[in-house]
């Protein structure tokens, strides 16, 4: 991992295309709701792309994190009490934070892969996973969530809806838009087809 060397050629022409994804606005308001959700002691990364990836590498702020969003009693990650310093240790909690994550609701293809992270191969995938976390958290509204509910987009949710059996036998006598209408324009007042055009000089 820390033996790879600079990409070269087209490597390097997708690389620098994923690292243009990343959005340093949206770092921002991610560490001003981790550090609400998780509580100040996580403490506040350096600015930019590195500093973001070397504050979440270990997966122990990731893991308060998905925890926080849960009632005591009820975490589903286990959260070292010193950061752990193996690197295949540290790779195993960011695991864990992803599996917590999906188990919450985050589609797999708003997942990032734990390389994504450990290696700064896509941090805005990482950006991606997280946003859709805050997403999930602001529809659920259980009160687990801290922060301004308008950071993160809700999800729409189902809408159902009931009919009385005289509603849905009065829809079937209504002509769907689709079919065109009997309504509106008529041909009332025209004249026959074929007949020359009137031109008085």
């Known amino acids: ?9 087209m490597s390097r022409e997708v690389q620098s295309k994923i690292e243009k994804k990343y959005d340093e606005e949206l770092e921002e308001r991610l560490v001003e709701w981790i550090i609400m959700q998780c509580g100040s002691d996580v403490g506040r990364p350096d ?9 979440l590498k270990n997966g122990v702020i990731l893991s308060k994190l998905v925890n926080s969003l849960y009632p005591d009693g009820s975490k589903p990650v286990k959260v070292p009490e010193n950061p752990p310093s193996m690197v295949f240790k540290q790779m195993e909690q960011v695991a864990q ?21 450990f290696e700064g191969k896509d941090m805005a995938a990482v950006q991606r996973t997280l946003v ?14 801290r922060g301004d509910p308008n950071w993160f987009m809700k999800k729409a949710q189902e ?19 689709q079919m ?17 055009r009137q031109i008085i000089s």
């Not at 589609?107 to 992270?117: E, H, N, R, S």
């Not at 859709?132 to 687990?144: C, E, I, M, P, Q």
């Open 132 to 145: 859709a976390l805050g997403s999930l958290a602001v529809t659920k509204n259980d009160g687990h969530y």
């Open 47 to 55: 600015r930019g792309r590195l500093g973001f990836q070397v504050w």
């Open 159 to 177: 809408h159902k809806r009931e009919f009385t059996e005289s509603q849905l036998q009065e829809g079937k006598h209504v002509i769907g838009l």
């Open 97 to 117: 934070f992803l599996k917590a994550a999906e188990d919450y609701g985050v589609i797999k293809t708003d997942m990032f892969q734990t390389v994504d992270l």
């Open 1 to 9: 991992m820390a033996n790879k060397g600079p990409s070269y050629g």
């Open 180 to 196: 065109g209408s009997n309504r509106g324009a008529s041909q009332a007042g025209m004249t026959g087809y074929g007949r020359p």
